[in-house]
């Protein structure tokens, strides 16, 4: 199921998985809310999380954005052109803070509830698109890559971008094709060595064909993630996704928490020669509590 970045690239196909795997009576979303989310693919939660935790969270983001120790750790992913920190991994074991929201109610409740089962934290980061100088993602599929380069074998996984500064149309926000996450879009390319050295600063490998772009767009339209600091988009590992570059002065940090359920663990990568370090794709599957 669900090949790609072989030679000659197939078409979409089919998901063959369900969005939602849990039940109304699961956790804190309602019927309506995960009838909505199966068909879209994704959940806007406007005041998620207080002003004063936006805060608490943006000065641990500053805190280890500051942080010189930090920058050698591979850990630390920094703009191209800027050296400006762009992304740190694995981030709940720099903080605390970001550690106890993992296993907030709030969060750790939605999380199985979608997915239907105990959880773990596949991946998480802090995006930092800085003022002027930030650059988005090309659109692709998180599972495209979390298929091919981690070995996740199924779409059962979801992430949680949490907004720490205002999310406008013109900064940089995050783009997504509603309901996108119906169709599975192979990649293109045979994924190269170490590919995560590239890709995490800019994707090339295991993106869509601009014809599949093409085709899902006009299918399904595209939406912004956009909303106040302190938002919370839930989105489908599998959705169609990218993010333009900000040249405006209004920075787009966020914080996001990628959950795969226990069920779906990772095995071998479906598209790559070795997996990912463990601080992309993390594999041990302890049950977040
Ligand atoms: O390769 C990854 O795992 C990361 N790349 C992108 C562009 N989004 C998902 C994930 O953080
Ligand atoms: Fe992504």
């Given amino acids: 199921m ?5 030679a000659a690239a197939g078409g979409p196909t089919a998901r063959e998985h369900p969005t939602v ?34 805060a608490t969270f943006s000065d641990e983001l500053t805190r280890l954005a500051g942080d010189e ?23 709940q074991r720099f903080s605390a803070v970001i550690d106890a929201l993992t296993r907030d109610p709030r969060v750790l409740g ?25 650059t988005g993602f090309y659109w692709h599929s998180d599972f495209e890559t979390w298929h091919a380069e981690d070995g996740m074998a199924l779409p059962r996984a979801v992430s949680c971008s949490i907004a720490l ?36 600063k800019a994707q090339e490998i295991g993106v869509p064909t601009e014809e599949a772009v093409t085709g899902l767009a006009h299918t399904h339209g595209i939406d912004q993630f956009t909303g106040p600091a302190g938002s919370a988009l839930w989105f489908d590992s599998n959705i169609m996704h990218g993010s333009g570059n900000n040249i405006t002065p209004f920075p787009r940090s966020n914080i996001f928490l990628v959950f795969n359920s226990v069920e779906n663990a990772l095995d071998e990568p479906y598209g790559a020669a070795a997996p990912r370090p463990g601080y992309i794709a993390n594999r041990d599957t302890t049950p977040l509590a």
């Fill in 21 to 54: 795997w849990g039940a109304p009576s699961d956790g804190p979303f309602g019927a309506e809310e995960l009838a909505a989310h199966e068909l879209r693919g994704f959940t806007i939660l406007e005041d998620f999380v207080s002003d004063e935790e936006v």
């Fill in 165 to 200: 500064t205002e999310n406008y149309p013109f900064n940089g926000g995050l783009m997504v094709m509603p309901g996108s996450h119906r169709t599975f879009v192979p990649g293109i390319g045979a994924t190269p060595e170490d590919n995560y050295r590239s890709s995490l």
């Fill in 69 to 91: 120790t930090l920058r050698a750790d591979e850990r630390v992913v920094t703009e191209a052109a800027s050296g400006e920190v762009r992304s740190i991994f694995e981030v």
């Fill in 2 to 6: 669900y090949p790609t970045r072989e």
């Fill in 110 to 134: 939605r999380a199985r509830q979608l997915l239907g089962s105990d959880v773990y934290l596949h991946q998480t980061r802090v995006n930092y698109m800085p003022g002027f100088k930030g």
